[in-house]
């Protein structure tokens, strides 16, 4: 087993949701910063969200209030909602482990932070 395999994407109408999940080997969320980052074809990888050690979350400001990071330590799990999805949503989404102290920095967003990664699960929204 891969230390992080993400599950759920697929295709999704606009304005619908979805939830993504990345199960972990090992107990990786007790003790990291974890994230999902999104890359769409032809652009920059971006961050998504991130959540703390200690379950707190922070989102970037294109998906904020739309959606929902959270993370079930005992199923050792975390999770996306993704909710009123847009066509610029469409990605390959990725879930990743950095250190602690990632989620509270300034560039809590930046990629190059993250040292372990799933390898992805696709989201297409379609009109």
């Known amino acids: 087993q891969a230390p992080l395999t993400e599950s759920g994407g697929g295709s999704v109408q606009s304005g619908g949701s979805t939830r993504l999940s990345c199960a972990a080997r090992?107990?990786?969320?007790?003790?990291?910063?974890m994230g999902w980052f999104r890359q769409a074809p032809g652009k920059e990888r971006e961050g998504v969200a991130v959540?703390?050690?200690?379950?707190?979350?922070t989102y970037s400001h294109s998906v904020k209030g739309r959606f929902t990071i959270s993370q079930d330590t005992n199923k050792r799990t975390l999770y996306l909602q993704m909710n009123h999805l847009k066509e610029d949503d469409t990605a390959m989404y990725s879930c990743?482990?950095?250190?602690?102290?990632?989620?509270?920095?300034?560039?809590?967003?930046?990629?190059?932070?993250?040292?372990?990664w799933g390898q992805g699960t696709q989201v297409a929204v379609s009109a």
């Open positions: 090992g107990d990786p969320l007790r003790r990291h910063c």
């Open positions: 959540i703390s050690s200690y379950g707190t979350p």
């Open positions: 990743a482990a950095g250190d602690t102290d990632t989620c509270y920095r300034f560039d809590y967003l930046d990629a190059r932070r993250f040292t372990l």
